[in-house]
């Protein structure tokens, strides 16, 4: 039963490594047999038995025993398991193809598009951070950032197209959220509060996310040469005596407090917007509240 | 004297660079250094051909060549001209059963033991209608029931039957078989590819007429085998395979054919093969044939020690080790063959063949289910340390099933 499967996995895997397409050409060998009601002679679902029974007895040998007993019943379930999360994925794409929406018609949740207003995800309190835009706006746009993510500086040109076209009816907050996951990331954040302070933080939030890969590299000495070419006189003295570290601690545990688990994370008047394509749902989120 | 397996291991390069624990040799067996270099010795020193040119490389290859004829001869007891050099057993075993002589007697007596390499040829003859086939029975035990022996009779004309088989390493009553079959007139052929690599087989005392081996089974090369045979046994046969140097003279009219064994040697020879397999049988010679079969059976009490105490644990044929090689087909309760052996392999490496061994109707005279069996063949270079590991393994397994 798994070969159905196998053939699949080793299919999609084929396209990568021509190491699998033996084990492709077996499954499909397989495959074929049992649809025409013929035993599959191949001894790859003996293989794949046999390969996880040996590695499921290193850990749990009675667990191992378990599932040699019921083997084939596990087989079924996990086949069928299998093709049914196939199937609506498939329609889960077709849906958001056509209809921008996992969904269809009914809308909701849906991982393509990234998570919507999750209930872990809690608005911030404050409004403390980085501002842009219209602070009288009726609409807020959060942004919880690392200028070491790549995601953060992929949704930077979304941010830079909606401060300018929405700027007098948005209220933008940047808060930084240096994750320990990415080099260099507090060094940045501490960074980027100092050429704040001299006035010149746009012009280094450019050059932050421009030269990305050199700050995750080269930390401090990419942080003095991005201030050196800003001309930035009071640079050393604050980003050395750690000037900003209070006001980046109360950052960071807002954004725990938020329950954020990645960056970029959007709130829009208090809905969240995180994952793939959140910038862009975020904006539709905007779009919607201004009644475009 | 006792074979040191710890210190033989040395001799085998596979071993020092792999290291499975090597239960496969009644499938393939391992080849050790000196058939490494004997069989390269041919490609880089002489890389000419034999009994045809006569400038001075191919001179040589014709004295290696021969040389390595009467070294094997002799490792099985038996004079250079009665050796036949085969691409392996399952040629040399349809040498004779395709060319023996059935015009004035019909049988051919085998039993359902044998390997398809020898039940295939005579199964094919009968297809034909040139021959019949004639089975002895076999007791629950694996063993040939001698009281059977009454079917070899005047119409037969030749008693095929495994000296060792594969599938229980248990050995064939040659003795009584061999006498039958020639009190009613009827030729012996010998199937000794599991059985002159673990014992003492000399064609002299055996009293076959035609014996048949692979050099593979017994640490030597691939590709190369051998049908040993007396003279006037091979008389009787007529040709198999003929091309060059099979041949007195050619004419249009009439061919005059070469006394064996040029005359069943057609065209080009496994030069390098035979060389090889000339050096194993000086490697196994100096070893000791009778301290190998020593060995093995130590091995085989131990192997079946260790398997009669997993639980669930089938053994098939005769369990008593002395009556064996080192070989031992089993099952285990819940657990099929091939998932055994491929778990076995998984967890500690052990090599095994899984199946029916190519001796379906085998397996199932012996009872096996249609999925055959494992099978754990160990030789000269298997030690004690490694029947333990195979033991914790199988524990390990037979509590899945």
């Known amino acids: ?28 060998d397989c495959v074929v047999k049992k649809a025409t009601l013929r035993p599959c002679d191949t001894g790859l679902d003996e293989e794949i038995k046999a390969a996880s029974i040996s590695g499921i007895m290193k850990i749990s040998p009675g667990g191992a025993s378990f599932l040699n007993r ?26 958001f193809v056509v209809y921008g929406n996992c969904n269809g018609f009914e809308g909701g949740f849906c991982i393509y598009s990234g998570l919507q207003n999750a209930a872990f995800l809690k608005a911030p309190t404050s409004l403390q951070g980085i501002s842009a835009g219209n602070p009288n706006a009726n609409i807020t746009l959060i942004e919880f950032g690392c200028y070491t993510c790549p995601y953060t500086k992929a949704a930077e040109t979304g941010v830079q197209g909606m401060l300018s076209k929405y700027g007098n009816s948005v209220h933008y907050v940047y808060k930084a959220f240096p994750l320990p996951a990415h080099p260099n990331s507090r060094e940045a954040a501490l960074a980027a509060f100092c050429a704040n302070d001299e006035g010149k933080y746009w012009e280094y939030r450019a050059a932050l996310f421009g030269r990305q890969e050199d700050v995750m590299q080269n930390g401090t000495v990419a942080l003095y040469s991005i201030a050196r070419s800003l001309n ?15 006001q980046l601690q109360e950052s960071t545990d807002e954004c725990t407090a938020s329950g954020i688990y990645g960056t970029p994370t959007f709130f829009v008047n208090g809905k969240a917007f995180a994952g793939p394509g959140a910038i862009f749902d975020a904006e539709k989120e905007v779009k919607r509240l201004l009644g475009e | 004297m006792a074979i040191d397996a710890t210190r033989l291991r040395a001799d085998f390069p596979v071993l020092q660079s792999s290291k499975a624990v090597y239960f496969d040799s009644a499938c393939t067996a391992l080849k050790p250094r000196a058939v490494i270099d004997a069989e390269a010795s041919y490609c880089l020193e002489l890389s000419a051909c034999a009994g045809r040119s006569h400038h001075s490389l191919a001179k040589k290859t014709e004295e290696r060549f021969e040389a390595a004829r009467e070294r094997i001869a002799r490792f099985v007891g038996a004079k250079a001209p009665e050796l036949v050099f085969t691409k392996n057993t399952t040629e040399a075993l349809n040498l004779v059963i395709r060319s023996a002589d059935y015009s004035s007697r019909k049988k051919v007596v085998s039993t359902p033991l044998e390997h398809h390499s020898l039940l295939l040829p005579i199964m094919e003859q009968e297809r034909r209608g040139i021959a019949k086939m004639g089975m002895l029975a076999v007791l629950p035990d694996g063993t040939v029931d001698e009281s059977s022996l009454s079917l070899i009779d005047k119409n037969t004309a030749l008693v095929a039957i495994h000296h060792t088989t594969n599938t229980t390493g248990m050995r064939a009553p040659l003795e009584k078989i061999v006498k039958a079959a020639h009190d009613a007139g009827a030729l012996v052929l010998v199937d000794g590819a599991q059985g002159v690599p673990h014992s003492r087989v000399d064609f002299g005392r055996l009293g076959a007429d035609f014996l048949a081996f692979s050099g593979h089974k017994m640490c030597g090369p691939t590709g190369i085998g051998c049908l040993v045979g007396k003279r006037e046994a091979f008389e009787k046969l007529d040709t198999f395979i003929v091309g060059g140097e099979t041949v007195e003279t050619v004419s249009l009219q009439g061919v005059k054919w070469k006394n064996a064994p040029k005359r069943f040697e057609a065209g080009i020879q496994n030069y390098s093969g035979a060389i090889g397999l000339a050096a194993v049988c000086d490697y196994l010679a100096k070893i000791g044939m009778e301290n190998i079969e ?23 044929g005769n369990p008593d080790p002395s009556k064996r090689c080192a070989l031992v087909s089993f099952n285990l309760k819940g657990i099929a063959p091939h998932q055994a052996a491929l778990m076995a392999d998984s967890l500690s490496r052990i090599a095994m063949r899984s199946g029916v061994f190519c001796a379906q109707p085998g397996m199932e005279a012996l009872g096996a289910p249609k999925e055959g069996a494992v099978r754990a063949s160990l030789y000269l270079y298997n030690t004690d340390e490694e029947v333990r590991i195979f033991a914790e393994t199988m524990q390990k397994i037979a509590k899945m099933g």
Do not use: W
């Open chain 1, 1 to 28: 039963m798994l070969c159905f499967v196998a053939l699949a996995v080793f299919l999609f895997l084929s396209v990568f490594s021509a190491k699998y397409r033996p084990l492709a050409r077996r499954a499909l």
């Open chain 1, 70 to 95: 019921h083997f084939e019943a596990f087989s079924l379930l996990f086949t069928l398991l299998f093709f049914a999360s196939l199937f609506f994925a498939a329609q889960g794409m077709y849906n």
């Open chain 1, 232 to 246: 930035l006189t009071g640079f050393d003295a604050c980003y050395a005596s750690g000037k900003h570290s209070e």
């Open chain 2, 294 to 316: 020593r060995h093995e059976h130590d091995m085989a009490k131990k192997l079946i020690d260790a398997i009669a105490t997993l639980p669930g644990a089938i053994i098939y």
